[in-house]
């Protein structure tokens, strides 16, 4: 029997008023129909809006640390149904069981960190330049967020935006992406289990283009926290720049790692392989270009090459699999293009570049792990995001030119330098333009308690994860108290 996964509003489980629902397959083998979900409708998001904006007064005047309570439980629940949700989600989108236990791992500790902070929400208490007078700021919810998550992380992301919304006092309307509805639902499940008043959460599976607009139009919706591609963000941009309204937008990536001359080349290739090819590339981290010194080009490459030859492919229920499919024909569709749009510009490809057929790979979406090599920074595989097991080498001469690669491209997310010098390595962190970088580590693996976000068209100043995500959620007020009993005039009585 298939599960019909219902849309969550105000509380309760129901179909949607369109009556019309979608499949999802999963992409190692698409004879394995992982659900039908609600294909939702302008009129849901509304019923959805409705039922977040009723409960969001209790909400709101509910005190914080109370709200944060939950969390403990959230967690627990999390780590009870960890490797059940992680086998779902390796259906669902592909990747392999040791990165979706690490998915559930990143939810579970979202929720640790939001159960504490709930009691933290600190403002900040200032000195007056008046006598008899006191200024603190403090942080107070806005009222309903539209939430819009991507695939590549179906719990991880959903609660690194649920969490710290709903511990800060608002309540959400969120929208899944289409290849990862069932792990939100499950997710869902638990806030609900958990306690969480009805109406707070609210979950509306559709397409981006009817369930996503209507919530970005949606003039009772406060504010957007959208994470996926920099074109939809910049459309979000545009909708929400016409209110207004805030939004906080977590957009693509061309990642590069810079190997000098002087690496750990054992590290740097570890970092390399694991950056390109975990998640098949479907990271926004991903490591997407190398930028490797002259003096250890031939070196670095020779074992590149060979230890990506190795790496095991197939369905990622396997535990000995080490990367698992596309998670869509399109996406292998749009992986094959670059790689002919790699060898059409000069780019020398030096191991993959074929779609992998016969056997259980016919069932699936499934790509060789690819390296380009005598890639120049201005190709456009050098430039725009692949999302795939695509990874381009450009060789440089010194620093100077590997921070200038790095920061030729219009994103800037992650970055990576593999270097023994100090002094390199503080350059480097100087000057590159991203908004994390990494020494002696891959571009990936970001921890949940620290600020994640990018630079340039990769966002749009926001953090979300650690503290920062608790502004993006709340309005600031800044509070006078003047207890002298007469008119102070600021700048002017005390000068
Ligand atoms: P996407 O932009 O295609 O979709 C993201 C979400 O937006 C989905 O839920 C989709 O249905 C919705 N959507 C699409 N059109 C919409 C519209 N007009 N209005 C409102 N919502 C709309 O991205 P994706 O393919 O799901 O994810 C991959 C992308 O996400 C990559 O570019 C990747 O770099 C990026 N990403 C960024 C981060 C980050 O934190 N910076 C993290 C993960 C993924």
Redesign the pocket.
Known sequence: MVEEYLNFIGGKWGKSKSNKTFENRNPADTSDLVGTFQLSSQDDVDAAVTAAQAAYPGWRDTPAPERADYMYSVANKLRERKEEIAKLMTREMGKVLAETRGDVQEGIDTADFAAGEGRHMHGQTVPSELRSKACYVIHQPMGVWGL??????PVA?PTWKTFPAITTGNTIVI?????TPACTAKLMEILDEAGIPKGVINYVTG???VV??R??NHPDVKGIS????????K??AEVTGKTLKRCSL????KNGQIVMNDANLELALDGALWGAFGTTGQ??TATSRIIVQEGVHDEFLAELVNRAKQIKIGNGLDESVQMGPLVSEAQLKTVESYVQIGIDEGAALVVGGHRLTGGDFDKGFFHEPTIFDQVTPNMRIAQE?I?GPVLSVITVKDLKEAIEVLNGTVYG?SSSIYTQDVNAAMRAIERIEAGITYVNGPTIGAECHLP???VKE??NGHR?GGWTAYEIFTEMKTVYIDYSGKLQRAQIDNK
């Open positions: 819009i998550t991507p695939w590549n992380f992301i929208k899944p992406a289409t290849y397409t981006g283009g996503g607009e919530l970005i959208f994470t996926g591609s920099s074109e939809v963000g459309r979000i977590e957009l693509g990536g990271r926004c995001e999302f997310l994640f976000g990018g990769t966002g979300e």
